[in-house]
């Protein structure tokens, strides 16, 4: 059991349903991501780098693609939510669209794997 399945099990009801989600999400596009950790937060981890977090904060989720760089440039599909230089605020009643998270796991994607070259 790694390290994001730890963590899920600590977590209940829709919360745990909306984190498991984005993983599930980042899992189908990155299926050889492994569990871990990246700055301390339960991730999957893609090449040794993070490709994507989903944690809950006490008022909040959040999903943290661990690139300031991909959230800028994915602003325009993230209007609707609050954003920092490295998360992505939402809740089970304002999720994250498919379409968005996809955007988002697979600019990490591109990022991680145009570094490794």
Known sequence: MGTVTT???TIEGPDRAALERVYA????????AEEGTSYAMAALIYRGKGLIA???AKTFLS?????GAV??????????FE???GSI??????QLPD???RRIVQARRAEIDARAR
Not at 25 to 32: K, M, N, T
Not at 89 to 94: A, L
């Open 7 to 9: 963590y899920l099990d």
């Open 25 to 32: 999400l980042a899992r189908g596009l990155v299926p050889e």
């Open 54 to 56: 989903a944690v809950r």
């Open 63 to 67: 999903v943290y693609p661990f690139s």
């Open 71 to 80: 959230i800028a440039s994915s602003l325009d599909v993230l209007a609707d």
């Open 83 to 85: 954003t920092t230089t």
């Open 89 to 94: 605020h939402f809740s089970v009643g304002q």
């Open 99 to 101: 379409a968005a998270l």
